[in-house]
């Protein structure tokens, strides 16, 4: 997967959850999880790897 559709899985995450009221660090865990899920569905990559890697993504962002 390209990293702009995982920001934007991120993104979509991110706005849902705050908008059920959840507070930034959660909402940003949540939506962590979701593209990480995603990557390791679609990639095949375990999900630790995942993870660090969307957490990687985000960093540069920054």
Do not use: C
Not at 32 to 49: F, P, R, W, Y
């Amino acid at each position: 997967m390209d990293a702009a559709a995982l920001l934007d899985i991120y993104d979509e995450a991110h706005d849902e959850a705050i908008s059920r009221g959840v507070d930034g660090e959660m909402a940003h865990n949540e939506a962590i999880t979701a593209a990480s899920m995603m990557l390791a569905a679609m990639e095949g990559v375990e999900d630790e790897e995942a993870r660090h890697q969307i957490e990687e993504l985000i960093a540069e962002q920054g």
